[in-house]
């Protein structure tokens, strides 16, 4: 079911020429070890001021926004989450513009899917969103990315963790990294 409904949205977003990119557990299955994964993590290219074109294509895709108050849960989170109601799998579309998401998406590989390309993040960025998120399942996600994946640009995987941990309280996705390079 996940791979009709990762073929549908990548032929909805390419149709509206959205930039995006699939990360969380579905672009771990594309780069790391296979693992049960319940949702679809989108990151989109747009602004929140983008809200009323992506809950029409919530719509066209036949998903269920899941806050009553759609725009306002937005606007706290950056976050549409919806849900395919007959499979029960839930849609996070992330709404994201920062320098580093840009370029992110840029870098992102298609992936064909029941014959529609498919953008996923690269290994690279999927491995600094796990390092940042930094719970025990991503830092074993990064593991199995590291591991299958022995030619990622570990270059570019510092300088963004190096930047994130020179804008943030939360110093230390570097040395996480840098840790897991080690085991």
Known sequence: MFREIL???????HNHALPYMIIGGQAVLIYGEPRLTR????????????????AGIVAELG????????????KQTMVLPAIEEASGIRIDFIFSFTPYEEQAIKRSRKIAILGQDVSFASPEDVIIHKVFA???RDIEDVRSIILKNPEIDTAYIRKWLSEFDASSDNNGFLKIFEDLMKS
């Open 134 to 136: 930094g719970r025990p």
């Open 39 to 54: 949702d679809i993590d989108i990151t989109l290219g747009v602004k929140i001021d983008n809200l009323g074109t992506i």
């Open 63 to 74: 998903l269920k926004p899941i806050p009553e108050d759609v725009e306002s849960f937005v």
């Open 7 to 13: 073929s549908k949205i990548g032929l909805c977003l």
